[in-house]
Every structure is written in structure tokens, then in C-alpha cells.
């Protein structure tokens, strides 16, 4: 019992050993006696101990590094605000003789700086118009010039020569005197499709150019002459003024071309007839092409049924014999066929008569009135229903551009423009119509009264 009580004491200090001393591997450091667990908690102290030697030996070296860095740090810092002291001392040095030099040469340059001033600002204002200029395109390589001339002006240790003056004052000159010259020379110019070729343009001053009987455009960024997909509408023809060779020509010219033409790309850029009404939609075809078709051919019809009418009733009212070609002759042929009937039974079967040829008369008027009517409430749907698209385009994408917005409305408002065009000479050509439908169907009243008149009276 005291042995097994013993062992029993023995292995609980062991447990409580390694647990208080930490990493003991379970396959090779089993103790199995007292003597071989003290063993183990040595040689677990000798371990400890090296570790704890080897980090102390980590933390100093790191100290140790950091301090050297540090101090290297703290050196170059020293080092830096010795060298920013340095640096200032130059600069204010240097600017101390920059005030000098300047004054100096404000005082030999004397009236001469006023001069450099106005060349400054005449070179700068050439190079500019160099840059946009048409007679740029016949003398090439003068822009360069006014940018190395500007350049040398802004300069504070150069100054330009006798030479570079006098080509300045030429320059300019040479711009005023070719802005008002027609001239020819060759030119590149790119068609729409992108190709280039070499050909013979004619400069209209520094504010046209034409070629092949065409307007060109300026492109002042790649210095080249663009033909446009379609000519400006409503300009003389140009190719008068190419083969011409003296007198006055009537030509187009744009004043902003030497910054790219836009009041050409503006007359450019406005549609033609058929992209006017492909704007309409399906509303537009249906009111041009729709109602504006079937009024069209009702009216032809209609007017010319109408004057073969008009031209029978007429050759009757000037025959004694009544003939049944014609709405007169047939209701005088009804007087004719009854002559022993009474007054007031002939009155009767006249207007009976008359009510029989006002049909065939008026055929198809009431048609043209509708076409008149309808065509404008068309227009209105087409209008409505693009300005609905115009405001949920403005929704999706906001107000920011107002030609997109005013191109959108110009949109809509074409099936009214339509609308209008059709409604317009319809109304007129009814009220023409129904005139001449009154006209006939008066005559037919008229002589049926006088036939009753003249058989009242014979009684």
C-alpha cells in the first residue's frame, strides 16, 4: 500500500512539474522515477536560459542598429540644413546680382525697351494668325519662324537681329496685302473619305477656298483643306469664280474659317428636304405621304370632273335641246317629259331631279374637308408625342447640352410643319372646289325655278 501510494505521489508531482515548466515532448522525455524528472527540469532551465540569452542578444544588436541609424539620420539632417543655409546665401547672393544685370540692362536698353515691348507683342500676335491663316497654306513654314521669334522675344539673354525685325514688319505686311488677293495655287485636301490628293485651289483672300466647284473647309490643327460631305446650301456657284479670269465673281466666303469655318458647318450641318421629313417619323410619312396623297388625288379628280361639268352645263344653257350628258340637260329633260302635268307636281319632280345630281356633284368634297382637318391634329400627335421623348431623354441625361435639347424640339415640331403644309392647300383647294360645285348646283336651282315660273305664268 505505501509503495502503490508512493508512485501515486510521484507521478502527480510530475504532472504538476510539467505543467508549470512548459515544452516537454511526450515520445522521449517520459519520466518514469524522481531522479529522471529532476533531470528533465534541468535540462528545460539550460534550454530556457540559451533562449532567453539568444533573444537578449537580438534586442541589443537591433538597439544597436537602430541607434546607428539614428545617429546617421541626425548627421544628415545637420548635413542638409547646412546646405539649405548654403543654398540660401547663393540665392540671395545670385538674386542681388539678377536686380543689378536687370537694372544695368534697363539702363543701356534706355527708349530701346519700349521698341522690344511692341515687338513682343507684334511677334506673339503674328504667331498666332500664322497659325490660322490661309496664306499660311501657300507660304509654309512662315509660322515657325513667328514661334522662334517669340520665343527669343520672352527670352531675357537674347535679342533679335536687325535680320529677324525687318522679316517681322515683312510678315506682317505680307499678311494684309494676301488677305486681299484671289489667288491659285496647289494645296493638299482630303475628301470625305479621307484620301489626299494635290490639286489646284483658289484662296479667296484669308476667308474662302474653293476647288474642283466646290467650298473647302480649314482644319487650321493639320494645316490641310477638307472637302465637306455636302456643300453649303444657298451660296453662288463657286466654280464661276474658278474660271473666271478678271472683273467682279459672286462667291461665298465665311469670316471664321481660319478657325474652322462655323458658319459654314452650321450651313452645312442643317438637313435638306428629305432628312426634314424622314424627322417626321412614321406620323410625317403617314401625313405627307398618307393623307396628303389621297387629298391630292381626290383633289385632281375632283376638279377636273368638276370643270367637264361646269363646261356641259354651260354648252347647255346655250342649246334649246336638252341633252342627258350633263346634270342640266337631265333635269330639263324631266320638264320636257311632263309637259301637260301641273305646277306644283313639276316643282316637285325638279327638285327631286336636282337632289339626284347633287350627290354626283359634290362627290368627295367632304372627303377633302376631313384630309384638311385631320391633317394638322396629326401633326399635333407627331409633336406631342416627340416632345414626350425629347423630356424623358432631358431625364435620363439632364439639360446640360441645349442644342441637344433644341435639336430634340426642332425634332418634334415637324410633324406640325407637316401637318400645316398638307392642311393648308387642301383648305384651299376645298373652298376653289366647293365653289364651283355651288356654281353648278345654283344653275340647276335657277333654271328649275324658271321652268316653274314660265309654266305658272302660262296658266
Not at 515544452?23 to 536560459?49: C, F, I
Not at 476667308?207 to 467650298?215: H, L, P, Q
Request: aromatic share 4%; charged share 25%; no cysteine.
Amino acid at each position: 500500500m505505501k509503495v502503490f501510494a508512493k508512485n501515486n505521489i510521484l507521478r502527480i508531482a510530475a504532472a504538476g512539474v510539467l505543467l508549470f515548466a512548459g515544452a516537454v515532448q511526450a515520445q522521449d522525455n517520459k519520466a518514469t522515477s524522481l531522479d529522471q524528472l529532476l533531470q528533465l527540469m534541468k535540462e528545460s532551465r539550460v534550454r530556457e536560459s540559451q533562449e532567453h540569452q539568444q533573444r537578449e542578444a537580438e534586442f541589443l544588436r537591433e538597439k544597436n542598429q537602430r541607434a546607428a541609424l539614428l545617429a546617421n539620420a541626425e548627421k544628415t539632417r545637420a548635413q542638409e540644413e547646412a546646405r539649405s543655409a548654403e543654398l540660401e546665401a547663393t540665392y540671395e547672393k545670385q538674386d542681388l546680382q539678377i536686380k543689378a544685370l536687370r537694372a544695368q540692362l534697363d539702363e543701356r536698353m534706355g527708349s530701346l525697351k519700349e521698341l522690344f515691348g511692341h515687338l513682343k507683342t507684334a511677334s506673339g500676335d503674328l504667331q498666332a494668325n500664322l497659325k490660322n491663316s490661309l496664306v499660311s497654306l501657300q507660304y509654309p513654314g512662315r509660322d515657325e519662324f513667328a514661334v522662334e521669334l517669340s520665343k527669343k522675344m520672352d527670352s531675357e539673354t537674347s535679342l533679335p537681329t536687325i535680320e529677324e525685325i525687318e522679316r517681322l514688319i515683312y510678315e506682317i505686311q505680307r499678311e494684309t496685302v494676301e488677305a486681299g488677293k484671289v489667288v491659285r495655287f496647289k494645296a493638299k485636301v482630303a475628301t470625305a473619305d479621307g484620301q489626299q490628293s494635290e490639286q489646284e485651289v483658289v484662296r479667296i483672300g484669308n476667308y474662302g477656298v474653293v476647288s474642283g466647284g466646290k467650298y473647302l473647309f480649314f482644319s487650321p490643327d493639320s494645316d490641310t483643306l477638307n472637302v465637306p460631305r455636302m456643300q453649303p446650301a444657298g451660296l453662288p456657284d463657286p466654280s464661276k469664280l474658278e474660271n473666271a479670269t478678271s472683273g467682279f465673281t459672286q462667291v461665298g466666303v465665311d469670316p471664321t474659317l481660319p478657325l474652322g469655318g462655323e458658319i459654314m458647318q452650321i450651313i452645312v450641318s442643317r438637313p435638306d428636304l428629305k432628312e426634314r421629313l424622314s424627322q417626321g417619323g412614321l406620323v410625317g410619312y403617314i401625313i405627307i405621304f398618307g393623307l396628303g396623297g389621297i387629298g391630292l388625288i381626290l383633289i385632281i379628280w375632283r376638279f377636273v370632273a368638276l370643270t367637264v361639268i361646269g363646261g356641259k352645263v354651260s354648252k347647255q344653257l346655250k342649246s334649246s335641246r336638252a341633252t342627258t350628258d350633263n346634270p342640266l340637260g337631265r333635269v330639263l329633260k324631266v320638264a320636257e317629259d311632263n309637259p301637260e302635268i301641273d305646277t306644283e307636281s313639276l316643282e316637285l319632280k325638279l327638285e327631286e331631279a336636282v337632289l339626284k345630281e347633287r350627290p354626283s356633284i359634290e362627290s368627295g368634297l367632304n372627303m377633302i374637308k376631313i384630309i384638311s382637318m385631320v391633317a394638322p391634329l396629326m401633326g399635333l400627335l407627331g409633336t406631342v408625342t416627340g416632345m414626350i421623348q425629347t423630356f424623358q431623354a432631358i431625364t435620363d441625361f439632364g439639360a446640360g447640352d441645349p442644342k441637344l435639347m433644341a435639336g430634340g424640339i426642332s425634332t418634334a415640331l415637324v410633324t406640325t410643319v407637316q401637318g400645316l403644309i398638307v392642311a393648308i392647300p387642301t383648305v384651299f383647294m376645298h373652298t376653289i372646289l366647293s365653289g364651283k360645285a355651288k356654281r353648278i348646283v345654283h344653275v340647276l336651282e335657277e333654271q328649275s325655278a324658271g321652268i316653274i315660273a314660265e309654266k305658272a305664268e302660262s296658266k
